[in-house]
């Protein structure tokens, strides 16, 4: 017998932008480059964010949701696409986001009686128990839409803003410059005028491709499934049904001494390199890494890690910060499963990242042409990603009612991703989002907490 949703769903809205005046320069079609071909059909990225209030269903129907549906429509003249679709043009030479007059955005608007604090927590919880707070993309196989928003009230506690974004669209610093913007005009009533740093630019002529990515990664996404296969159907990644969910801190004290650790241990077993830069993101993705092997007990296998890199300050000449689209590549470590669980393990990660990080100075693009192949390739649990980044300061993302609660980019739980963003105190703190089944949560917990007093204790 099915179970009852967890939600009520109080209203279905349509967002349209207003009407674009004569001289806009919003585009109303924008070309796929190569780097939103390489994401063209993996699965939507969702985040949650989580606000503590007191609203009951009431004013939260009668102030809170009409302020937010304003101020998107306000935003969305800034960032049009976000209306539309991914499609192909008439001949089907080129893929491309087109808005048409009328195309919206849809925002869902519902509420539920779940616990908010236990959903806004960091202990593990079941993955699919966010699920009925994040909105579809429902689309067809040659048209997708770019954006789906889902608002829901826990009465007299909190509300969340839950989003699903086209990846072959939009890269995550693009996505959190909408959602400051969103929140920056909510906060600012009639007036929606942006900043310059959360103001969209679309020049696609930045964009340079001399070696043809665009066709080698077109090439394997529309040959996956046959040949000339023209179907834009994004991938049905599904969560294994016992993933759990949690957010795991790395205070600067903790990174500062992970980092002195590796320093040592480099220096007893001469793996340091002199020009090699210990960043706390690299100590912090190879401390989780470890850790992930070590729960995961994958024994005498070679494992990866896929580190995105944003490319707007490589580029020759660089794409400036606010470059609306995909601007990332990806550059792929691996290592023995072995080694990364022995006594030198976060030593050995960190010198793996750090190298492959110093080796984007020879070319941030060189020998990419069969990136989404060698990824293919790899044996599936065996690839580890990093979604997200500290930097992208998700929880500055205030629109009137204070910082978030809680940030939680939900759709880790079907790509083996775990997540990295700012802290809500403002700090220097790194939240680090796992995704494992059962009793491997109850193993990185022990592993990671172990980890942190051994590093202590060394320093």
């Excluded at 009852?4 to 207003?18: E, G, I, N, Q, T």
């Excluded at 008439?90 to 616990?115: F, M, N, P, Q």
Aim: charged residues 20%.
């Amino acid at each position: 017998m099915a179970q009852p949703s967890p939600v009520k769903v109080l209203d279905v809205c349509r967002v349209a932008p207003p009407p674009l005046s004569p001289d806009s320069t919003t585009p109303k079609a924008l070309p796929l480059t190569f780097f939103d071909m390489l994401l063209l059909k993996i699965p939507p990225t969702q985040r949650l964010y989580f606000y503590e209030t007191s609203h009951p269903t009431t004013a939260f129907l009668e102030v809170v949701v009409p302020k937010l549906k304003h101020s998107l429509s306000l935003t969305l003249q800034h960032y049009v696409p976000l209306a539309g679709n991914v499609t192909w043009t008439l001949d089907y030479s080129k893929l491309i986001i087109e808005y048409i007059e009328g195309d919206t955005v849809l925002l869902t608007v519902a509420e539920s009686e779940v616990d908010f604090y236990s959903l806004s927590g960091d202990n593990f919880r079941e993955a699919q128990n966010f699920n009925p707070f994040l909105p579809c993309l429902v689309g067809s196989e040659t048209r997708v839409p770019v954006l789906a928003l889902q608002v829901t009230l826990f009465p007299n506690v909190g509300f969340s803003i839950g989003y699903a974004v086209h990846h072959g669209v939009l890269d995550g610093k693009t996505t959190t410059m909408f959602m400051h913007s969103w929140a920056f005009i909510c906060t600012r009533g009639e007036d929606s005028t942006l900043m310059p740093e959360l103001t969209p630019l679309y020049d696609r002529t930045m964009i340079v491709d001399p070696s043809d990515l665009e066709t080698s990664f077109s090439n394997f996404w529309l040959g996956k499934d046959g040949p000339s296969n023209k179907s834009l159907a994004l991938e049905d990644m599904k969560a294994p049904p016992d993933a759990m969910l949690g957010t795991f801190l790395l205070t600067q004290d903790n990174i500062e001494n992970i980092k002195m650790c590796v320093q040592f241990q480099w220096e007893q077993k001469q793996l340091q390199k002199p020009s090699l830069h210990l960043s706390s993101f690299v100590i912090t993705t190879a401390y989780t890494w470890v850790c992930l092997v070590k729960a995961r007990q994958i024994r005498s296998e070679k494992v990866y890690l896929g580190i995105s890199v944003d490319c707007r300050g490589r580029l020759k000449p660089p794409a400036p910060p606010n470059y609306f689209g995909n601007c990332i590549t990806s550059v792929i470590v691996d290592a023995d499963s072995d080694d990364l669980a022995g006594e030198d393990g976060v030593a050995i990660a960190a010198k793996a990242i750090g190298e492959a990080i110093e080796g984007l100075k020879d070319g941030v693009l060189e020998g990419k042409g069969d990136l989404l192949s060698r990824y293919a390739a790899i044996p599936p649990g065996r690839i580890f990603s990093i979604a997200g980044s500290p930097r992208f300061g998700s929880y500055k993302t205030d629109f009137g009612w204070g910082r978030p609660r809680k940030v939680v980019i939900t759709s880790i739980d079907k790509n083996g991703s775990f997540s990295l963003s700012d802290s809500r105190d403002g700090s220097n703190w790194v939240e680090i989002g796992i995704v494992l089944n059962k009793h491997e949560s109850e193993v990185f917990v022990s592993v990671f907490s172990s980890g942190l007093h051994k590093t202590f204790t060394h320093t």
